[in-house]
């Protein structure tokens, strides 16, 4: 079991992690976070209560470390910490596109690594963590490493060769939510609404759909057709969805974001 963690570069990912893992009852001192600069380090402090530490004193202190920084900025942090790591001490990356392989080849032999997307949903604990091996990770280690995400919402494990995927689905997808959210309501807008009553309209309207797709045990063709009647209003608005190939641009917008995991890894590597 893990008692103590380090999240290296809490930023809006770093911070959302920290504070589920505050709610999940673990203890201020058992969370070490680190920042690059001095006004980062003071507001997590002061929202957190936890330690803001150096990498270096953090990592030699944690028996698990999560990287958590851009992935532009994970190689001059592992040059950093070279010889800091004890041998064994689990590291979980969250870095879009880097693959496992980018951190075997610059930690100690056999550390065992984790590859993970989560989203920011983590801050209600309705994250989406999904959790790939690496080559020294033992079945124990990665248990251990998802009982960590585990309060912070869902967690499955895939293979490393979908973690670009599943980037460009559950990683970036929190965002493509939010662009639907807000052209849903720019339209209540338009037609007249107040802003505030459009946009409670389209949350509560998206948290039911989600609780519909989570719960019903229905596809999501099914619950579009049971909402479209015939002649009626809702087939007339998929008609105009169709016309302006909305279908077509999600695939290739998450196909974009796909492509552009494959190029960090490229340009990291
Ligand atoms: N945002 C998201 O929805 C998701 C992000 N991710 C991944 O999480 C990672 C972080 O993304 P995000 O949280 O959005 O980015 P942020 O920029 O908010 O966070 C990164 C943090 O790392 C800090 N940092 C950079 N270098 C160092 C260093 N050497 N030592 C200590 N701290 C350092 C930065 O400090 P400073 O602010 O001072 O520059 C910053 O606060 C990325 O790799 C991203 O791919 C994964 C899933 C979802
Ligand atoms: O946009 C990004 O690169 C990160 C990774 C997934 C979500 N945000």
Redesign the pocket.
């Known amino acids: 079991m893990l008692k103590t963690v380090a999240i290296?570069?809490?930023?809006?990912?770093?911070s959302a992690i920290l504070s589920g893992l505050l709610r999940a009852g673990w203890a201020r001192d058992s969370v070490i976070a680190?920042?690059?600069?001095a006004e980062?380090a003071k507001s997590l402090r002061e929202a957190y209560g936890v330690a803001v530490e150096s990498?270096t004193d953090a990592v030699l202190r944690a028996d698990a470390v999560v990287v958590?920084?851009?992935?532009q900025?994970?190689g001059?942090?592992l040059e950093?910490l070279t010889g800091s790591f004890a041998a064994g001490t689990p590291v979980v990356s969250?870095?879009?596109g880097l693959p496992v392989a980018f951190f075997e080849k610059r930690l100690p032999d056999s550390t065992p690594v984790v590859r993970a997307?989560?989203?920011?949903p983590a801050l209600v604990d309705e994250a989406m963590t999904v959790l790939s091996p690496g080559t020294h990770t033992d079945d124990a280690c990665l248990a251990a490493v998802e009982e960590l995400f585990k309060p912070l919402g869902r967690t499955l494990v895939v293979d490393e060769k979908h973690q670009d995927a599943v980037t460009a689905i559950s990683?970036s997808g929190?965002a493509y939510f939010y662009y639907l959210a807000e052209a849903m309501t720019e339209a209540g807008v338009l037609m007249g609404l107040p802003r505030d009553v459009a946009a409670d309209l389209v949350t509560q309207t998206a948290l039911g759909a989600a609780r519909m797709l989570r719960e019903a045990d229905s596809s999501p063709v099914e619950l579009r057709e049971a909402v479209e009647s015939p002649a009626g209003t809702t087939i007339n608005a998929v008609r105009q969805l169709d016309n302006h190939r909305v279908r077509s641009a999600m695939t290739d917008a998450i196909e974009a974001a796909r492509d552009r995991a494959r190029e960090i890894a490229d340009e990291y590597a």
Not at 8 to 14: A, N, V
Not at 34 to 37: H, K, P, Q, W
Not at 68 to 71: C, E, L, M, S, Y
């Open positions: 290296l570069g809490t930023g809006k990912m770093g680190t920042a690059r600069s980062r990498n958590a920084v851009k992935p900025d994970a001059a942090l950093e969250i870095c879009a997307m989560p989203n920011t990683g929190p």
